[in-house]
C-alpha cells in the first residue's frame, strides 16, 4: 500500500523551531520528485518547499531563509526544519510525492499525499 505519514507538528511560540516528518511505505523517494504544502481552512494548498532531481531545490518566497527541506533516501523519509515560525506559518502541513523527478511546485501535480500535521505558531 502506497502510504506517507506525517509527523513532528505541535504548538510552538513565534521564533521557534519544529522538525516536521514524512515516512513513504509503498514506494521509495528516489524516484519520486517530493514536497511539502500547507493549508488553512477553507484557503489552498500553498506550496512550501520541493527536490526534484538531484540537489534541485525549491522554496515558498514566504519561508527562503527559515525553512529547509531534506531527503533521506536510505530511511525513505523526507523532512522540513522550520526555524523563526512565525503565526503565519500555522497551518496543516502535507508531504507530496510525484513519479519522476522535475522539480514541481503546484500541488496539481503531486499525485500521492499524507493526511498532514497540523503547526500552529502562537504570538
Known amino acids: 500500500e502506497v502510504q506517507l505519514v506525517e509527523s513532528g507538528g505541535g504548538l510552538v511560540q513565534a521564533g521557534g523551531s519544529l522538525r516536521l516528518s514524512c515516512a513513504a511505505s509503498g514506494f521509495t523517494f528516489d524516484d519520486y520528485a517530493i514536497g511539502w504544502f500547507r493549508q488553512l481552512p477553507g484557503k489552498e494548498r500553498e506550496f512550501v518547499a520541493a527536490?526534484?532531481?538531484?540537489?534541485?531545490?525549491a522554496y515558498a518566497d514566504t519561508v527562503k531563509g527559515r525553512f529547509a527541506i531534506s531527503r533521506d533516501i536510505t530511511e525513505n523519509t523526507l523532512a522540513l526544519h522550520m526555524n523563526n515560525l512565525k503565526p503565519e506559518d500555522t497551518a496543516v502541513y502535507f508531504c507530496a510525492a510525484a513519479e519522476g523527478l522535475a522539480l514541481r511546485t503546484i500541488a496539481a501535480h503531486y499525485d500521492r499525499w499524507g493526511r498532514g500535521t497540523q503547526v500552529t505558531v502562537s504570538s
Open positions: 527536490i526534484g532531481y538531484g540537489i534541485n531545490i
